[in-house]
């Protein structure tokens, strides 16, 4: 039977081009699209793919916090992250999210084609330029349960959702429209989340949102 996958990242012409790269595959069904993680979630909870392919730097909700909300709402779902990023800070968080797979986008398709399917079988992939020391420090970390993310033990999952989009500079209005809740609601989460952090400038919450991996400067 073919793999069904969802195919998540802010670039359209990338997306359309994977799709047409596994139609030719054949043996890789590409179900839906997903252009940020919100949408994402969304997409997976309708259309229930055996695969998530993730980018992790994108608006609205990254692929971190993507990957982290999809592995607790449907564990049965697999996620492989497919990113420009080859540090070791994105590598751990996505891991540590829930993630199954890592693979450079400069990866060979057959490479991406070989991963889907390893995952799919119930394993783990990590692209070989990524493997050796790397990988020892990725095990170590995971199977030391009480390393949480100081963001992903303090912060709910709605207020970070809700501190991606006040650092990438969503107005209170523009983030209640885009989470269907009232305005009264986010600036409740936003106290919230500057008393749990005791951060209280814009500024101050974006650049904890950088670290933490919530957000990003470059895209």
């Known amino acids: 039977m073919p793999i069904n996958i969802l195919i998540v990242d802010d670039h359209q012409l990338f997306r359309q081009g994977l799709s047409a ?25 309708k259309l229930r793919p055996d695969i998530v392919l993730m980018d992790i730097n994108m608006m609205v909700l990254n692929g971190i916090e993507a990957t982290r909300q999809l592995k ?40 991406l084609a070989e991963a889907v399917s390893i995952v799919n079988s119930g394993r783990s992939y990590i692209s070989p330029s990524l493997a050796g020391t790397l990988i020892e420090d990725y095990i170590l970390q995971l199977s030391d349960k009480d390393k949480l993310s100081h963001s992903a033990a303090v912060l709910s999952q709605r207020e970070r959702e809700i501190l991606q989009l006040i650092a990438e500079g969503w107005s209170t209005q523009k983030i209640a429209d885009k989470l269907c809740i009232s305005v009264k609601t986010v600036e409740t989460h936003r106290g919230n989340i500057m008393r749990k952090l005791s951060l209280y400038t814009v500024a101050d919450l974006t650049k904890y949102a950088i670290v933490e991996g919530i957000t990003f400067l470059e895209r």
């Open 21 to 45: 790269l596994f139609l030719a595959h054949g043996k890789i069904n590409v179900i839906g699209e997903a252009g940020d993680g919100h949408a994402a979630i969304i997409q997976a909870r």
């Open 72 to 111: 607790a709402e449907i564990p049965s779902i697999k996620v492989i992250a497919l990113s420009m990023h080859s540090s070791r800070e994105f590598v751990q968080k996505m891991f540590s999210a829930g993630s199954s797979g890592y693979l450079l986008k400069d990866c060979d398709f057959h490479e």
